[in-house]
């Protein structure tokens, strides 16, 4: 990516109890990333992903392989046109939705906050989206409204509130839009 910031960042994940690093390629409007991460609930596993935005931090592709001493299982989830494939398949109930969400990954945090300026000014109040949602480890792929909203300028960035099915957390993001503290989820162990 033409002009584009290279940033690493590894997170301690609470709820798989394991952790996650993100090599991310971060441009004008787009992104780029490789992430690999450990988990141990509900099983021992290892899952490696790639994602790539277009114009607007909007997914285009997530390719994510799971690995675990059963198994191994992959997921294409693409965007294009606004249309949503899973493994080649037409989504429908995917319509709509700009970015996906894989679970445990606090970097898909990161393109909403990107797009809407999150992590540098107050919005204008909540913004709402519907995500492509990637439950980890078996990679099943679901509809799933959430909703951030920008509540204070932080020292090294920005707090914000993230919303979705009655869970709601205070997330801390840094200058970059980068996930640094999310309560419950996952705290930065690099800056």
């Known amino acids: 990516m033409s ?7 590894t997170w301690e994940v609470f709820p798989g109890s394991g952790c996650s690093t993100a090599w991310v390629d971060l441009g004008q ?51 294009d046109c606004g249309r949503w494939t899973v ?8 319509d709509g939705a700009l970015d996906c969400d894989l679970g445990l990954c606090p970097l898909t945090n990161t393109m909403p906050v990107l797009r809407h300026g999150l992590h540098r000014r107050p919005g204008t109040g909540p913004h709402h989206f519907l995500m492509a949602w990637v439950s980890v480890p078996d990679l099943a792929v ?12 932080a020292e090294h960035g920005a707090r914000v509130r993230y919303e979705s099915d009655g869970f709601r957390a205070d997330v801390d993001f840094d200058e970059d839009g980068l996930v640094l503290d999310y309560p419950s989820l996952a705290a930065s162990l690099t800056a």
Do not use: C, M
């Open 3 to 9: 002009g584009s910031r290279r940033l690493v960042r």
């Open 29 to 79: 409007g787009a992104l780029t990333a490789r992430g690999r991460a450990v988990g141990l609930d509900p099983e021992p596993y290892w899952l490696a992903y790639a994602l790539e935005t277009s114009d607007g931090y909007v997914t285009s592709r997530l390719h994510v392989t799971v690995e675990s001493a059963a198994s191994t299982r992959e997921l294409d989830l693409r965007r």
């Open 87 to 94: 493994d080649g398949a037409y989504r429908p109930d995917l």
């Open 142 to 153: 679901s509809a799933n409204r959430q909703t951030y909203t920008h509540l204070a300028r």
